[in-house]
C-alpha cells in the first residue's frame, strides 16, 4: 500500500481504494481527508500476525461498498458479489439478450466461486426484478440489495435466453 489511487468523487467525500473485497480501505490521495492531516497506515499491519494464529484465524466478510464510479455510464461494468454487471445499455443489449425494454442489469461476469453463480446466475444474464421490484440500473439493484442483504437472500426475475426465470441471490 505504497501509494493510493486517484479519486474521482465529489469534493466533499472520503474516496477510498475500490477493492474493498480485500480490505484494502486506503485514502485516496486527493481525499479531503488527507488535506485535513489524515494518514494513511498499511492494511496487513494490524490483526491477527503471528502465522500460526493466521492458519486458523477465520477470515472476514468485507462489505460491498458503495460508490457512484460506473452507475452513470451504463456501459461501464460494476464489481459486484465476486462478478461484474452493467446496465442495459441501448438497442444493441436490448436486441442480444431478447428484452422487450431498455432496463435491467447484465451479468458481465461470474465466477465460479462468485455469489452470483452460486445463486445460479451466469454471464449473459439479465436481472429484471430483485425483491420484486424492477431493477432499471444498477443503482437501483445496489439499494434494494443493500434493503435485503440483511435477510441472507434476494429474490430476482432473471432474464435468460429470452426466458424469464426465478432465482434466489445468496448474500452471504
Request: a positive charge; charged letters at 20%; hydrophobic letters at 40%.
Amino acid at each position: 500500500m505504497n501509494s493510493a489511487p486517484a479519486c474521482n468523487a465529489s469534493a466533499n467525500s472520503v474516496c477510498v481504494v475500490t477493492v474493498p473485497e480485500k480490505g484494502d480501505y486506503t485514502v485516496s490521495a486527493q481525499s479531503p481527508a488527507i488535506k485535513i492531516g489524515f494518514t494513511n497506515f498499511p492494511m496487513d499491519q494490524f490483526g491477527v500476525q503471528l502465522p500460526a494464529l493466521k492458519k486458523i484465524a477465520r477470515q472476514p466478510e468485507f462489505p460491498l461498498l458503495l460508490t457512484n464510479t460506473g452507475m452513470e455510464n451504463k456501459a461501464a461494468s460494476v464489481p459486484f458479489l465476486g462478478g461484474l454487471i452493467k446496465s442495459v445499455d441501448g438497442l444493441g443489449d436490448r436486441s442480444a439478450y431478447g428484452l422487450p425494454d431498455e432496463t435491467g442489469i447484465v451479468v458481465v461476469k461470474a465466477d465460479q466461486n462468485s455469489q452470483l453463480a452460486k445463486s445460479g446466475l451466469q454471464a449473459g444474464d439479465v436481472i429484471r426484478k430483485a425483491g420484486g421490484k424492477p431493477t432499471e440500473n444498477i443503482k437501483q439493484l445496489i439499494d434494494i440489495y443493500q434493503s435485503l442483504h440483511w435477510t441472507g437472500k434476494v429474490p430476482v426475475e432473471v432474464m435468460r435466453h429470452q426466458q424469464l426465470i426465478q432465482l434466489v441471490l445468496r448474500t452471504k
